[in-house]
């Protein structure tokens, strides 16, 4: 695999924490350059100026470190472009530091509480499209599941610390505990408007950014 | 009255802006956040029919001439609410503060309400400007930007200590209606820039006293907002950017989001606002009417929307909110759990 395959590959499980989608699927990497010398140049880019900081940080952060770990990668710079805290995040991340060293004062720690708010709602939402892929769920193990969203599940139950082993329980709440057989009307209805509302936004990023940037996949996707 | 297919409906817009956003107002050292901000409006405006799309340049500053054609003879609005957005920080005269949206009050006297605002970071001088907008123009309502930047704070809560007095004397002076937007520049920044727990424990506060119409449906926190708005009486959806933003540019979504919000919320407890001049009115009145839920296996959990729910929430609901008189013929029928009156039989007669 080439260098800049490896490095691409890289910024593909840089998800959107908020969308709970990858970065490279959303359009957010508007430029990725890969010097001879393994110097690398990723350039972000969000459907509006005003995109919250937190979760353009987080991206950003978690890019340079994503691409910084591929072999062969000497350097990493990544720019966030187009922000109105662009600036502020640009300079935090290229020096390795964290949230709050690039919005003192405006922050009351750093960004683990909202990263971890927003993979149990992921959880949830993904949960929700499993749930019709076994006959009783209230039954089934995590192993029974499949596809995708199962190995997203297991990716962010295992970073939530919920247990991710093939025989645990294949539906657990937000907070890691099983959903019971008489909770399972209730959660179905949770979880798919959970699922609507990250698909709803990721469309929306989609279409503003396709308008910011004029490309032109504004085609509906299936939902 | 906007008529379609031989029937008539009357129209009450909740969220109706009239705004300067041109370079001549973009405030010096912050240009950079005023074209920013407007443009990114107008990216929002690109999600709408082609055939309804403005240049950038009309976008910025458009006029009492095209607010009159677009809104009153186009859609046949009824009534419609003015809501006032300040940004001082970034335009020199506010980006469609109070004063302006009043000079519209006067060229159509009866059709427009315009709503006041508050700030608690800005303290007495707040309280005041709100208590003599009252005394002068009868206040039904108000908008709050809680993401507004302030003297270096980029927002704040309506949990704030210092908002308590300013919801109290909304209570005092009898004005009702609060229409909150969350932008995306809440402080503390590290938190969920669009948290709307604030609005749950404000609602709760003043319930039987103050409705809350939680502008977009807490887009992007639906979720949120469908959880809460079900438990809090007082709890309204605004509609505006979900016609706009979705009718048309994501019909599948449209459908679901809509499912979701006669699921949750209920067809009595939903406002139709265009938010003019995102978005022209008339295409959302027309797209609402003619849309029906798809009969399709995904669509079978939620409920139906017939016509009497369009009419309210295109009209009926608003205008109660608001006070405002819906001539008899609009009314659509008499609920069946409401006893018949008088009125109402010459209504059906009529």
Redesign the interface.
Known sequence: MSLRAGVLRALGTVFDPELDEPITDLGFVGRCAVGEEGDVEVLLRLPTPQCAPNFAFLMAADARDAVGRVPGVRDVRVELIDHYTGREINTAVARGEGFSEAFPGETRGQLDALRELFQRKALVARQGRLLASVPEPERACLGELSGPDAVRCRALRLELGIDASDDAPAFVRGDGTPVGSDELVRFRRTASLTALSLETNGGMCRDLLAVRYQDHDTEEVAV | MYEKDGKQYYIFDGHLHFWDASPENWKPGAE??AK??I??FH??H??GPADTQWSLEKFQKYSADDFERDVFVNAGTDCGVLQSTYLREWYTDGFNDFARNVTLLERFPGKLIVNGRFDPREGQASMEQLEADHEKYGLKGVKLYTAEWYQGS?GWKMTDDAAKPFFDKLVELGIRNVHIHK???I????????DITDVDHVATDYNGELNFIVEHVG?????DF??MATQEPNVYAGLAVVLG??MH?????FN??MG?LL??VGEDKILYGSDYGIWEPKWQIDGLLEWEMPDRPEYS?YPRLDEDGKRKILGLNGAKLYGVEVPEALRGPVPAEAPASPESAVGVAG
């Open positions: 950079e956040y920013g901000w443009e990114c990216a929002y690109g999600l980029r932008g995306p520049t402080w503390p920044l590290d938190k969920d820039a669009f887009l992007p926190r639906i979720e469908c959880f933003g979705l540019a994501r019909p599948n979504f679901k989001v979701e699921f949750w959990d």
